[in-house]
Every structure is written in structure tokens, then in C-alpha cells.
């Protein structure tokens, strides 16, 4: 696929996608979720790639929907209702990433507003600079969220803030969204990316289907009781008896030397 929406770079063991609409202030347009969704289906499937970075540019990571695409023409509403699903890309790329194998560490500089955030937030970490700003705005406008803000907020700061940060839509910095543990690390203005790549590179030294597993029953056991969760871990930990890699660390710890994990 040729991409105009977004850049995609091989790095070391991970891949890096850069929203790349400056002139609408890497707002995503259907496109550009098009773009993303097949750079993510083609890192999926590569070894090569242990982890997924997304960036945007100095000014904004993302400032959500590009709005020129909210237009509908005259009794086509209920046409747009039944394709949020299955046809609108847009809604597709927050789906998929919630569901995505691989670590996604979102690297944020200036504005992560709307959908930018919710993009930030459907992903595993978050890395900001210092001078980065989130929020929720679309309340504003008459809007609500729509790529699962108002789930994925409230799993990591509780319903209360999260309801403040909606129905204000006021803007968070860094420094407070770390606090709120919405953000893993704040770095220097302009030193988000180096230090996801640093985050990249610790994660991608390890057991691929390791990262992988743990990934799946963290995930899966937010929404479930303790008992279950508990079940959740202790199957799916037993899968990895039959990881050539389990064998490697292993036979490498005994060696004391690093181990050579293929994902296997």
C-alpha cells in the first residue's frame, strides 16, 4: 500500500507509524485509519517487529476526526449508523488496536485531543513530552466520544474524573496526566519518541509470545472477577511449556549469557 497519510520506519525491533497531516494537524480521516490498520496487519505478521510506536509532530500527536468527514447528506443517517461497524475504518482502527498482540507505546508531543487521545489511550503506554496536552473536547461541539474514550479513561482513572474530563473537555497536561496515571512517563519537550524507543527496546529484548500472553491476560482480566482472572493467568501461563522460546531463556539463565528469543 502506498502511504500519504501516515510514515512507517522499521526501527530496531519495532516499527514506528508517524500520522503525517500536518496541514490538518494530524487529524485522521478514513484514509488514514486505512493506512494505519495495514501497517499494523503487516507488523503483525513479522517477527521482525516485537513492538508498535506511534508519533505524530512537534504541534500535535493527533487532534482526532478530521471533521469534514462528519458531513452527511440528507436522509443518509441511518445509512452512516449501520456502517460504524463493519464499513468506517475510523471505527475499525479502535477496535483493532484494542486488540492488537503487540505492545503499542503511543509517543506524544503537543496536542492529543478527541480521537488523538482515544487512539493514545486504546493503545498499552503512553510516553508524553512535556509541553503535550490532552483532552476530550467533543462535548463542545455536541459531540460525545466515540473510539471508546468513555471506557478506556474510566478503566484507568475511575468514572468521577472521567466524567469531569468529558463533560469539561478541558485540557490536561502532562505533568497532571501522569498523576492521573492516564501517562506511563513524561520526557523533556521534543523527547517523547526516544524515550518510547527506549521503552521498545527493553520490551522488545524479551520472550515475544511472553509479551504476547501477558499482554492477553491483563487485558482480558480488567472486565472479569478476581477468580476468573486468576484462571485467565493460569491457563494461558501453561501455554508457554510448549514456547521453544521458554526453553532458550531457560538454557540461557543456566549459561548466564542473554537469551536469543525467535517467537517461537
Given at each position: 500500500?502506498?502511504?500519504?497519510?501516515?510514515?512507517?520506519?522499521?526501527?530496531?525491533?519495532?516499527?514506528?507509524?508517524?500520522?503525517?497531516?500536518?496541514?490538518?494537524?494530524?487529524?485522521?480521516?478514513?484514509?488514514?485509519?486505512?493506512?494505519?490498520?495495514?501497517?499494523?496487519?503487516?507488523?503483525?505478521?513479522?517477527?521482525?517487529?516485537?513492538?508498535?510506536?506511534?508519533?505524530?509532530?512537534?504541534?500535535?500527536?493527533?487532534?482526532?476526526?478530521?471533521?469534514?468527514?462528519?458531513?452527511?447528506?440528507?436522509?443518509?443517517?441511518?445509512?452512516?449508523?449501520?456502517?460504524?461497524?463493519?464499513?468506517r475504518?475510523?471505527?475499525?482502527?479502535?477496535?483493532?488496536?484494542?486488540?492488537?498482540?503487540?505492545?503499542?507505546i503511543?509517543?506524544?508531543?503537543?496536542?492529543?485531543?478527541?480521537?488523538?487521545?482515544?487512539?493514545?489511550?486504546?493503545?498499552?503506554?503512553?510516553v508524553?513530552?512535556?509541553?503535550?496536552?490532552?483532552?476530550?473536547?467533543?462535548?463542545?461541539?455536541?459531540?460525545?466520544?466515540?473510539?471508546?474514550?468513555?471506557?478506556?479513561?474510566?478503566?484507568?482513572?475511575g468514572?468521577?474524573?472521567?466524567?469531569?474530563?468529558?463533560?469539561?473537555?478541558?485540557?490536561v497536561?502532562?505533568?497532571?496526566?501522569?498523576?492521573?496515571?492516564?501517562v506511563?512517563?513524561v520526557?523533556?519537550?521534543?523527547?517523547?519518541?526516544?524515550?518510547?524507543?527506549?521503552?521498545?527496546?527493553?520490551?522488545?529484548?524479551?520472550?515475544?509470545?511472553?509479551?504476547?500472553?501477558?499482554?492477553?491476560?491483563?487485558?482480558?482480566?480488567?472486565?472479569?472477577?478476581?477468580?476468573?482472572?486468576?484462571?485467565?493467568?493460569?491457563?494461558?501461563?501453561?501455554?508457554?511449556?510448549?514456547?521453544?522460546?521458554?526453553?532458550?531463556?531457560?538454557?540461557?539463565?543456566?549459561?548466564?549469557?542473554?537469551?536469543?528469543?525467535?517467537?517461537?
Amino acid at each position: 500500500m502506498d502511504y500519504t497519510d501516515i510514515t512507517v520506519e522499521h526501527v530496531e525491533h519495532w516499527l514506528e507509524i508517524g500520522i503525517n497531516r500536518p496541514d490538518k494537524m494530524n487529524a485522521l480521516r478514513e484514509r488514514t485509519a486505512e493506512e494505519i490498520l495495514n501497517a499494523l496487519e503487516t507488523a503483525e505478521h513479522d517477527r521482525q517487529v516485537r513492538t508498535v510506536i506511534f508519533t505524530g509532530s512537534a504541534k500535535a500527536f493527533c487532534t482526532g476526526i478530521d471533521t469534514s468527514e462528519f458531513q452527511l447528506k440528507e436522509n443518509e443517517y441511518f445509512d452512516f449508523f449501520r456502517k460504524r461497524k463493519r464499513n468506517r475504518k475510523v471505527n475499525q482502527l479502535f477496535r483493532e488496536i484494542s486488540q492488537y498482540t503487540k505492545p503499542v507505546i503511543s509517543a506524544v508531543e503537543g496536542l492529543a485531543l478527541g480521537g488523538g487521545f482515544e487512539l493514545a489511550l486504546v493503545g498499552d503506554l503512553i510516553v508524553a513530552g512535556a509541553e503535550a496536552q490532552f483532552a476530550l473536547p467533543e462535548v463542545r461541539l455536541g459531540l460525545m466520544p466515540g473510539g471508546g474514550g468513555t471506557q478506556t479513561l474510566a478503566r484507568l482513572v475511575g468514572p468521577s474524573i472521567t466524567k469531569e474530563l468529558v463533560w469539561t473537555g478541558r485540557r490536561v497536561r502532562a505533568e497532571e496526566a501522569h498523576a492521573l496515571r492516564i501517562v506511563n512517563y513524561v520526557a523533556d519537550a521534543g523527547g517523547a519518541l526516544e524515550r518510547a524507543r527506549m521503552l521498545a527496546r527493553d520490551i522488545s529484548a524479551n520472550a515475544p509470545v511472553s509479551v504476547m500472553l501477558t499482554k492477553s491476560s491483563i487485558d482480558r482480566g480488567m472486565d472479569v472477577p478476581l477468580s476468573e482472572g486468576m484462571d485467565i493467568e493460569s491457563d494461558v501461563s501453561f501455554m508457554l511449556y510448549f514456547s521453544t522460546d521458554r526453553n532458550e531463556g531457560l538454557q540461557a539463565l543456566r549459561e548466564k549469557r542473554k537469551p536469543n528469543f525467535k517467537g517461537e
